[in-house]
């Protein structure tokens, strides 16, 4: 897939973040990488021969109380992953993509794994 349409895919994806939430993605740079680096395989905690869809770097809400100065916060998400783990079909890149934005913003939002699995399951995202 060009690179432009991944671009919108991921635009569209984070239109579709519930409206109570997506406020806060005007606070986060939200880029695409074509691939993960070793460095944010081990920042995400993942095995390097694992697949890396999306990853959020900065402080959580939940802690920047303790922290005045901090840099921005950032999600990033890759594109050959998904598009490999979606075998190329544009219509389940568009779920997978909105999935792993809202993802990475609840970590962004402090929510902890098990909670956003539970979110994830209540939108049929799992």
């Known amino acids: 897939m060009r690179r432009s349409a991944f671009h919108q895919i991921v635009a569209e994806g984070s ?6 939430f997506r406020g ?3 606070e986060i740079a939200l880029v695409v990488e074509r691939e993960p ?3 944010h395989k081990r920042s ?3 095995a390097l021969d694992e697949e890396l869809f999306g990853l959020y770097e900065g402080t959580p809400r939940t802690e ?8 921005p916060d950032k999600i ?3 594109q050959g992953p998904i598009e490999r ?7 389940v890149i568009r779920e997978e993509v909105a999935r792993t934005v809202w993802h990475e913003l609840a970590h962004a939002l402090g929510i902890v794994e098990e ?3 539970k979110l994830e399951a209540d939108r049929g995202w799992t």
């Open 24 to 26: 806060y993605l005007r």
């Open 37 to 39: 680096t070793e460095a």
């Open 44 to 46: 995400a905690g993942i």
């Open 76 to 78: 990033t998400i890759f």
């Open 85 to 91: 783990a979606c075998g190329g079909d544009a219509n």
């Open 64 to 71: 920047r109380a303790y922290l005045p100065h901090r840099l």
């Open 15 to 20: 239109a579709r973040v519930p409206v109570a």
């Open 115 to 117: 909670r956003i699995g």
